[in-house]
C-alpha cells in the first residue's frame, strides 16, 4: 500500500489520517527540496483524504467537481434516517426541523468565509453559481440608455478571460422596451492601466481594440482574495453599475483583480462601481476572507459541489444587506411575499434578502447535506486551511514534471497555459503563478505536440486517458476569452469553425492546424503524489516520440513505378488476394461475410447494402452505437441477394427471456416474451422500403440524415427487446443499384436519390463523394498481417502491465481477457486481405486494384473505443486500443488502422462486383 492510516500526531482533530510511509518520503525529499518544501511537512499535511482511494481511478477533474468525502455521504444518510424534514413553509415540527437546518446552513457558509453574522450580509441560496450571477443581473436597476432623456447610464465591464456566465451578463445589455446600457470588453493589463491611471474618468486611456491581440492576459483560473496584496493579479469578479439617481451611475465588473483595487480606484462622486465575484473555482480548494467589509465585493457566487462534492444541486448568492434597496424584484414566487391581493396588482415582498429572492421552495435536503458537509470538513481536516498548502505543493510538482517531459529530439511535449514571460526561472513561475490559490490554483491547461511540432488532438489523450482510468476534463470549459487568447483564435475563426460544424461539445479538436480546445487537470483535497505520478507515467507511455514520427517505412511497390494499374498483364510474383469482403447491413451490427464463389455488387454509395439500415432510439431519433451498447455486435444481419430478403437473427444463447426488462425512459417494464427459436429471426424484404409518412432527420456521425422508420410491431419490437432498449430500425431513403441485375429487367433499380452525407473532408477524396451510414468513407481495407501486429503488441503488453492488471483482479479482468481472442472482426473492415510479406504495407498504398475494380487509397482509418469490444461476446477490452495508441500514431497524433478507400468506376470494368480470392494489386504512388 503506498499509503498507511496511523494515529494522527499533527493536530488535526481527526481520529485517523493517511500519512506516507517511509518510501514515499524518500522518493519526495529530492522533490522537496525543489519545490520549498520539507519532508516534515510532506509527512504531517500532504494528503489528508476525504475518502479512501476507489479501485486505480486516477480523478484529475476538481475543478468540474470534487469528490464527496465518504463521511459526509454516511452521515447525510444516517442523518435523513433519523430526522424527519419536510417543506419549510410550514409550523409543523418537521417543517421546523427544516428550518432550522436551512438557517444553520445559512451562519456556516458565512462563518466559513468570514463574513459578518450580524446583518451586515446575507445568503440566498441559488441551484448553482451561473443561477447566481444570472439572479444579481437581472434584479440590478440597470440605468439605461433613451432618446428622450439625458442621464448617466450603466455600464457593464467584463474581462475578456471571464467565464461564459458571467460573459452571459452581455445579454441584459440591451432591452427592446427600455433602450441599452454601456458595455465594455478589457483585457487583463487593459484593467490594470485603467487603475493605474490618475485620472479615472479619462477612458482613452484604455488601450484601443485593435491591440487586444498584443495584450497580455491570465488562462481561465480562480479569483483572488479580496483582501490579496495588488501584485497578485488573478481573481474573477465583474461589477455591475446601477443608478439610484439621474446625477449617479453604478457599475458592474467582470474582472480578475483585487476587489479593494477596482472600488478603491474606479469610485468617483458620480460613479460608483459595486463588484460581483465568481468564488466558485477559487473556493474549492482555498479560503475567502470577506472580514474586511468594505474592500470586500458586493456580491459572491458560488457553488458547493466544488468544495464538497455533494450536494450538486446547490450554490448561493452571499450578498451585501446595504444593497437590498437597490435590487429590483419582478417574478415572485411562493414564499416571497408577506401579503398579496388576488384581484389587484398590489402585493408585498418579505423583509430579509433571502425571503424576497428565494422563490418557491428551497431544494431543503441538499442544505441539511450543505450543513453536515461543513461540520464533516471540521472532522476531517480540522480547518479547511489545510487544503490549500496540499494542493499547491502537489500543483508545483505536476508543473514540473510536465515541464520535464521531451521528445526525443528535446522539443518540449506539454505546451502549458501559464503566462510566464519574463520569468527565466522556473521556480519564481512557479513560487509566483503555478499552484498560487490568488493565481492559477491547482489547475493546469495545456495540450500536447509531437516531436514534428503536430498537435495531439485532446479528443485522443481524452479516450486513451479513460482507458486507463484517468479522469481528466477537455474542451473550451466556458472560457471563450482564453481559449481564443492561448489558442490563437479569432473571432472569424470562431465563426468559421462553427460553418465547418464544430460545436463546443464535439469531438472535433483540431481544425485548421489549431486545437479547438485544450486538456484540463486539476488537484483537490483528497489528490495524491501517486496521481500525479500515474498521470506523468501515462503521458510518457503514450505520446513521447523516441523516434522520427515522420519517417516512412518503404515497402513493395506490387506493379512497379511505371507501370499503370490498369495495366491487367502484370501480376505480383508473390500473390496478395482478398481473405474477406464483408458488409454491415445494419449499422454498428455484427457484419455479414460474403460466402466464397459469390460475386457481390458495389453500388455508387459503398458495396451493395453496406450500412444502409440503422437503429435509432424511439424517442430522440439517434443513431444506436456499439460503442454504447456492445450487444448489438450480436446481432446478424444476412443477405440473400436470390430470395430479396435481409434475414436478421441472434445467437440463441443470447436471446432475451421472460424476466428481461426493456427500459422505455418510464422505468424497467417486463416485457413477459418467452424465448422460442422461432422468433430469434426476423426477415425483412429488400425491396420493401418504409412509406415517406415515416420519415425523420437523425444525426450519425454529426451529420444530419434523412431515413425512413419502420413501422411494423413486430419489426421494432424484436430490437427493443433484444437490446433492452425502445429503439427502431430505419433505412436510407434511397433505392440501391445492384449491378447484377441487367438493365430493364424488373429488379433493375433506378437512380439513387441524392445522397445526404458524403465522405469526410480529412480524407483525400474529391468533394461530394456520397456514403449511406458508414461513418468516414464507403470503404475499408486492412491487412490479416497487420492485425498479427497488433495481436502481438496486446500479448507484449500483457507480459508485462498487462500481466499485473490480471493479477490484480482476476476474478473479472482476466476472465475478460481470455475470453477476448483479437481478430479481424475487431477492426470492422470491407475487404481483409491476405499475402503480405511485412505488415502494414497498406499504409503506403495510393491506388489498389482488386479482380477487375480499381479503388483510390484516401488515408488512414482513425480509431475509436469500438475496437475494445469483441465481436462475439460484446465484452470490452482496452489493451486493444492501448496497444495501438502507444504503436500506430500518425504524425498529426491520430490513432488509426486500416485505410478508407473510393471506387473508381471509369479505371474499373463492369460489371462492378468483388468477390473472396480476388487477387491485389497496388502502387505507392499515381500520377494526378
Request: with cysteine.
Amino acid at each position: 500500500m503506498p499509503f498507511s492510516p496511523v494515529p494522527c500526531t499533527s493536530g488535526l482533530r481527526t481520529p485517523v489520517v493517511y500519512e506516507y510511509n517511509t518510501w514515499d518520503v524518500e522518493r519526495l525529499a529530492p522533490l522537496a527540496v525543489k519545490l520549498d518544501m520539507t519532508t516534515p511537512s510532506i509527512q504531517r499535511g500532504l494528503y489528508i483524504p476525504f475518502r479512501e482511494k476507489q479501485s486505480d481511478a486516477i480523478y484529475l477533474d476538481h475543478a468540474g467537481a470534487t469528490l464527496p468525502a465518504q463521511k459526509l455521504l454516511q452521515k447525510f444518510t444516517a442523518n435523513l434516517t433519523a430526522n424527519l424534514y419536510a417543506n419549510p413553509h410550514s409550523k409543523s415540527p418537521s417543517s421546523q426541523a427544516t428550518s432550522s437546518r436551512v438557517e444553520s446552513a445559512r451562519q456556516k457558509i458565512l462563518q466559513h468565509f468570514k463574513a459578518s453574522i450580524h446583518g451586515d450580509w446575507d445568503v440566498i441560496f441559488t441551484a448553482n453559481a451561473t443561477a447566481g450571477i444570472k439572479l444579481v443581473g437581472e434584479s440590478f436597476p440597470w440605468t439605461r440608455r433613451s432618446a428622450s432623456a439625458s442621464k448617466l447610464v450603466s455600464k457593464l465591464t467584463i474581462l475578456r478571460e471571464a467565464h461564459t456566465s458571467l460573459v452571459g451578463l452581455r445579454g441584459l445589455v440591451h432591452d427592446d422596451g427600455e433602450g441599452s446600457i454601456d458595455l465594455e470588453t478589457m483585457t487583463q493589463q487593459q484593467l490594470e492601466q485603467q487603475l493605474a491611471a490618475k485620472d479615472h474618468h479619462d477612458h482613452h486611456l484604455l488601450l484601443p481594440r485593435d491591440n487586444l491581440c498584443t495584450t497580455r492576459s491570465y488562462h481561465p483560473s480562480p479569483p483572488l482574495s479580496p483582501n490579496s496584496s495588488t501584485s497578485n493579479l488573478v481573481t474573477t469578479t465583474s461589477t455591475s453599475t446601477s443608478t439610484s439617481t439621474t446625477s449617479t451611475t453604478t457599475t458592474i465588473t467582470a474582472t480578475t483583480i483585487s476587489t479593494s483595487r477596482i472600488k478603491d480606484r474606479l469610485d468617483t462622486p458620480k460613479s460608483k462601481t459595486l463588484v460581483l465575484l465568481d468564488a466558485a473555482s477559487y473556493a474549492m480548494t482555498s479560503e475567502l476572507d470577506l472580514s474586511d467589509h468594505a474592500g470586500s465585493p458586493d456580491f459572491i457566487v458560488v457553488s458547493f459541489y466544488k468544495m464538497f462534492g455533494f450536494p450538486t444541486g446547490l450554490g448561493a448568492v452571499i450578498v451585501k444587506t446595504e444593497l437590498g434597496s437597490k435590487l429590483r424584484k419582478k417574478y415572485f414566487g411562493g414564499g416571497t411575499v408577506s401579503a398579496i391581493a388576488s384581484d389587484e396588482p398590489w402585493q408585498v415582498y418579505r423583509t430579509s434578502l433571502h425571503g424576497r429572492f428565494e422563490d418557491g421552495t428551497l431544494n431543503y435536503l441538499d442544505i441539511v447535506a450543505l450543513d453536515l458537509a461543513f461540520e464533516s470538513i471540521q472532522e476531517i481536516y480540522g480547518s479547511y486551511s489545510n487544503i490549500s498548502p496540499h494542493v499547491t505543493s502537489l500543483h508545483r510538482l505536476l508543473y514540473r514534471m510536465m515541464k520535464g517531459l521531451k521528445h526525443y529530439n528535446d522539443t518540449p511535449l506539454c505546451d502549458i497555459y501559464v503566462d510566464d514571460e519574463g520569468r527565466n526561472e522556473s521556480s519564481e513561475t512557479e513560487s509566483q503563478l503555478v499552484g498560487n490559490p490568488e493565481t492559477y490554483g491547482p489547475i493546469l491547461n495545456f495540450n500536447l505536440k509531437r516531436s514534428n511540432g503536430n498537435w495531439i488532438g485532446y479528443g485522443d489523450v481524452e479516450r486513451l486517458a479513460s482507458m486507463k482510468n484517468i479522469h481528466l476534463r477537455t474542451g473550451g470549459f466556458c472560457n471563450p476569452g482564453s481559449m481564443q487568447h492561448w489558442l490563437g483564435l479569432s473571432a472569424e475563426e470562431v465563426r468559421k469553425n462553427l460553418e465547418a460544424g464544430h460545436v463546443c461539445w464535439d469531438d472535433t479538436d483540431i481544425l485548421n492546424g489549431k486545437p479547438t480546445g485544450s486538456i484540463r487537470v486539476s488537484l483537490g483535497a483528497m489528490s495524491t503524489v501517486d496521481d500525479v505520478f500515474a498521470f506523468i507515467s501515462f503521458l510518457e507511455e503514450y505520446f513521447i516520440d523516441t523516434s522520427d514520427p515522420d519517417v516512412i517505412v518503404q515497402s513493395r511497390d506490387l506493379i512497379g513505378e511505371t507501370d499503370q494499374v490498369e495495366d491487367r498483364s502484370l501480376l505480383p510474383l508473390t500473390p496478395i488476394q482478398v481473405d474477406s469482403v464483408i458488409i454491415y447491413p445494419i449499422k454498428s451490427c455484427r457484419g455479414y461475410r460474403i460466402p466464397h464463389g459469390q460475386s457481390w455488387p458495389i453500388a455508387c454509395h459503398g458495396l451493395l447494402y453496406d450500412r444502409e439500415w440503422m437503429l435509432v432510439d424511439e424517442i430522440t431519433g439517434a443513431a444506436l452505437t456499439q460503442k454504447r451498447y456492445p450487444r448489438m455486435c450480436m446481432i446478424r444481419a444476412e443477405i440473400l441477394l436470390d430470395q430479396n430478403l435481409m434475414v436478421v437473427e441472434y445467437d440463441e444463447e443470447n436471446a432475451p427471456t421472460g424476466s428481461d426488462h426493456v427500459d422505455n425512459g418510464d422505468g424497467p417494464h417486463d416485457n413477459n416474451t418467452q424465448k422460442t427459436s422461432r422468433d430469434h429471426r426476423l426477415y425483412i424484404s429488400l425491396a420493401e422500403m418504409p412509406t415517406e409518412s415515416a420519415k425523420s432527420s437523425s444525426r450519425v456521425c454529426g451529420d444530419c440524415t434523412s431515413v425512413v422508420h419502420y413501422t411494423a410491431p413486430k419489426i421494432n419490437e424484436w430490437f427493443t427487446r433484444f437490446l433492452g432498449k425502445p429503439c427502431r430500425l430505419a433505412r436510407q431513403p434511397i433505392i440501391s443499384q445492384n449491378p447484377l441485375h441487367p438493365e430493364g429487367s424488373e429488379e433493375s433499380s433506378t437512380e439513387a436519390s441524392a445522397s445526404s452525407r458524403f465522405v469526410k473532408s480529412h480524407l483525400n477524396a474529391p468533394t461530394g463523394a456520397p456514403i449511406l451510414l458508414s461513418n468516414e468513407s464507403p470503404f475499408l481495407l486492412i491487412a490479416d498481417k497487420s492485425v498479427e501486429h497488433v495481436r502481438n503488441w496486446v500479448d507484449e503488453q500483457d507480459q508485462g502491465q498487462g500481466a499485473v492488471r490480471r493479477l490484480a483482479n482476476l476474478s473479472e479482468d482476466l476472465d475478460k481477457k481470455l475470453r477476448h481472442e483479437l481478430t479481424s472482426d475487431s477492426f470492422r473492415a470491407n475487404f481483409v486481405t491476405k499475402g503480405q510479406q511485412v505488415g502494414f504495407e497498406e499504409d503506403h498504398w495510393a491506388r489498389i486494384q482488386i479482380g477487375e475494380q480499381v479503388f483510390d487509397i484516401l488515408g488512414p482509418c482513425r480509431r475509436c473505443h469500438m475496437v475494445t469490444i469483441d465481436q462475439k461476446t460484446a465484452m470490452k477490452n482496452s489493451d486493444v486500443f492501448l496497444a495501438l495508441s502507444k504503436n500506430r500514431k500518425s504524425p498529426g497524433g491520430q490513432i488509426f488502422f486500416g485505410m478508407h478507400m473510393l471506387h473508381r468506376p471509369d479505371l474499373s470494368m463492369a460489371p462492378y462486383v468483388v468477390r473472396v480470392g480476388d487477387m491485389i494489386r497496388a502502387r505507392r504512388q499515381v500520377a494526378n
